[in-house]
């Protein structure tokens, strides 16, 4: 009798480590937030609650705040990288050629505000994050209209949506980028890019997926549920989770 129990609760073990092992790997992301230009006070704010996202979401988060973690060996446990306002030139040229090898095998890209402000001298990073910072008014509400209401980062917003942040002007707007949602000049003042003016886009790019939303300056933005689940929806698109 002791030997058969002894069978049974291995029996039971083996089909646990079974079940266990045939569950898919964790997805794992990296926040990257060095910066060589304006540093934002809301990046500790920001990298805090993706992390905690992370941990009600199922997804593992590492953090950097200088480029060395830019290596094929490195980054290859990571299915996307975040830039969380990084600013100006933060990769050497070693490190820029290993994040492009990182792009092209099919991972992902996810770039929060300042992502925009980075990397003006290198164009395949242009191509990637989808447009390059330019100027941006005083902080002040706006009026933001979603034009895919579809996509994971903004199927829950409404269709009209005001909100209080810094708002950037682009230059170099890339055109293959699918808008997600455009700025309303008429509500605010300092817009520079006339009526279709994009605040937040997704492409296919070089191998890889790129997620940006230019909304993240303050501290309170990442304790707004609906931009929380705007950026979460960002970085499961980067991820590949279907």
């Known amino acids: 009798m002791k030997i058969y129990s002894k ?12 079940t266990l092992s045939m569950r898919p790997s964790e997805k794992k992301i990296l926040i990257f937030f060095e910066t060589k230009g304006y540093y934002h006070e809301s ?9 905690l996202m992370g941990q009600q979401n199922g997804f ?38 290993a994040f492009k090898r990182f792009i092209q095998k099919g991972k992902g890209f996810v770039g929060i505000h300042a992502a925009t402000d980075t990397e003006y001298e290198w164009p395949w990073f242009n191509q990637l994050v989808g447009a390059y910072f ?5 902080q002040q509400d706006a009026v933001l ?45 300092g817009g520079e890019n006339g009526s279709n003016h994009p605040i937040s886009w997704y492409h296919s790019f070089d191998g890889g997926r790129a997620f940006y939303t230019g909304l993240g300056h303050t501290h309170e933005a ?21």
Do not use: C
């Open 7 to 18: 069978l049974t609760s291995l029996f039971i073990v083996v089909v646990l480590l079974g």
């Open 134 to 138: 330019k100027s941006h008014p005083k």
């Open 60 to 97: 593992a988060v590492d953090t950097s705040r200088t480029s060395e973690i830019f290596t094929d060996e490195k980054l290859s446990i990571y299915d996307a990288v975040l830039f969380m306002s990084t600013t100006k030139d933060v990769l050497n040229e070693e490190e820029q050629n």
């Open 222 to 242: 990442y304790s707004d549920p609906l931009f929380l689940k705007h950026v979460l929806g960002g970085i499961n698109y980067a991820m590949g989770k279907k």
């Open 145 to 189: 209209h979603i034009k895919d209401s579809k996509h994971p980062a903004t199927k829950h917003l409404p269709k009209t949506w005001k909100r209080w942040d810094e708002w950037y002007n682009f230059k170099d707007i890339q055109p293959d980028l699918k808008v997600l949602i455009t700025l309303d000049e008429s509500s605010y003042t």
């Open 43 to 51: 990046i500790p704010t920001g990298v805090a609650a993706i992390q």
